[in-house]
C-alpha cells in the first residue's frame, strides 16, 4: 500500500507560480510513474503530467510550457511546478502513483486545493 500526501497549493494571482509537492510512503518509489490530475468544480478529473519511472515527463496540451514536473528518488517525493498560472488553471490537484514497474494509476493523494485569481 501506498500513500501520497500532497502540499503546497493556495492562492495565487493570475500570471503567479506555484509549486506542489507529494510525497510517498514506501521503498518502491523509484519504480513508480508519478502523476498529477486536476479537477475543477463541475468537471471530471483531468490529467496533467506525469513522470515516468523509466525517465521522462510527458504532460497535457493544456499546460506544455507552463508545468514541468521533477522528481527526488531519495526523497520520495514529486513537483509540480506551475508557472504562468491561469484562472481555469483552478482545480483540485492531486498526486498519483501506478503500482511498481506497472502503468494504471492506482493511489492516490487527498488533493490540495489550487486557486488562481484573476
Known amino acids: 500500500q501506498v500513500q501520497l500526501v500532497e502540499s503546497g497549493g493556495g492562492l495565487v494571482q493570475a500570471g503567479g507560480s506555484l509549486r506542489l509537492s507529494c510525497t510517498a510512503s514506501g521503498r518502491t518509489f523509484s519504480s513508480r510513474t508519478m502523476g498529477w490530475f486536476r479537477q475543477a468544480p463541475g468537471k471530471e478529473r483531468a490529467f496533467v503530467g506525469g513522470?515516468?519511472?523509466?525517465?521522462?515527463?510527458y504532460y497535457a496540451d493544456s499546460v506544455k510550457g507552463r508545468f514541468t514536473i521533477s522528481r527526488d528518488n531519495a526523497k520520495n517525493t514529486v513537483y509540480l511546478q506551475m508557472n504562468s498560472l491561469k484562472p481555469e488553471d483552478t482545480a483540485v490537484y492531486y498526486c498519483?502513483?501506478?503500482?511498481?514497474?506497472?502503468?494504471?494509476?492506482?493511489?492516490w493523494g487527498q488533493g490540495t486545493q489550487v486557486t488562481v485569481s484573476s
Open positions: 498519483a502513483a501506478t503500482s511498481a514497474l506497472l502503468n494504471d494509476y492506482n493511489y
Open positions: 513522470s515516468r519511472w523509466s525517465g521522462g515527463t
